[in-house]
């Protein structure tokens, strides 16, 4: 497939219905420390059904916002019980296994440790304090769930990720792709197939690698 060339330039926002909208001012505003930036008052929109509705903003940096809906006259029996752990109002079935539920989440970066451990302290301190903090392979990170139920994660990188590793991660997902396109997807028909990407592969990176070397 032919490379496309990149414009987009980061999240404009992304946006969750709330249930408690005050929780959520106190969350997001007055423990994290993210202001207010817009807000959108909306009457008679839509379909007749349509209620009316706030949507809000607050700013995350650089110049990213994570946003929320909130509609007047609806509670939270159409999607669950306010402040229950794991998105609550995605309508997930109880057959649901938590550590599917968890994996829809936002991660906040920040530039270092005394960045994270801040917001850690702050988090501590208030209604939602931290629920886990962990290195993971290349970033260290801090979970607790919103007054929405939803898991919100605030992260750093432990390193610079290389060239090699972003090569590493086409060759994973074109291996995945291959894999799932076919019966019965396993971790170890993923393996297998990506060591046949790499052996396929390989005499390509050195001609790439001499003409690169040759042009110096």
């Avoid at 994570?66 to 057959?95: C, L, Q, S």
């Avoid at 393996?191 to 046949?196: G, H, P, V």
Wanted: net charge negative; proline share 6%; hydrophobic share 40%.
């Amino acid at each position: 497939m032919a490379e496309r060339d990149h414009r987009a330039q980061g999240i404009d926002h992304v946006a969750f219905p709330t249930f408690d909208p005050a929780a959520t001012v106190r969350f997001y505003r007055d423990v994290l420390g993210f202001p207010v930036v817009h807000s959108i008052c909306a009457a008679g929109w839509g379909p007749e059904d349509h209620p009316d509705f706030i949507h809000f903003f607050f700013d995350i940096g650089n110049n990213d916002r994570i946003a929320f809906f909130y509609y007047f006259g609806t509670g939270a029996e159409i999607g669950g019980t306010a402040g229950a752990k794991g998105d609550v109002y995605a309508r997930f079935g109880e057959e649901v296994p938590e550590f599917f539920v968890r994996s829809r989440h936002l991660a906040i970066h920040v530039d270092n440790e005394e960045d994270l451990l801040e917001y850690r302290r702050r988090l501590d301190a208030s209604d939602w304090p931290v629920e886990m903090q962990i290195q993971h392979e290349t970033i260290e990170s801090i979970y607790t769930h919103d007054p929405n139920g939803y898991m919100f994660e605030i992260t750093r990188a432990l390193r610079p990720v290389t060239p090699q590793e972003d090569l590493d991660a086409n060759l994973t997902i074109d291996a995945l792709l291959d894999v799932v396109g076919a019966p019965e997807p396993t971790f170890g028909k993923l393996l297998l197939r990506k060591a046949e990407l790499i052996v396929e592969r390989a005499a390509n990176w050195k001609q790439t690698r001499y003409r690169q070397e040759a042009r110096r």
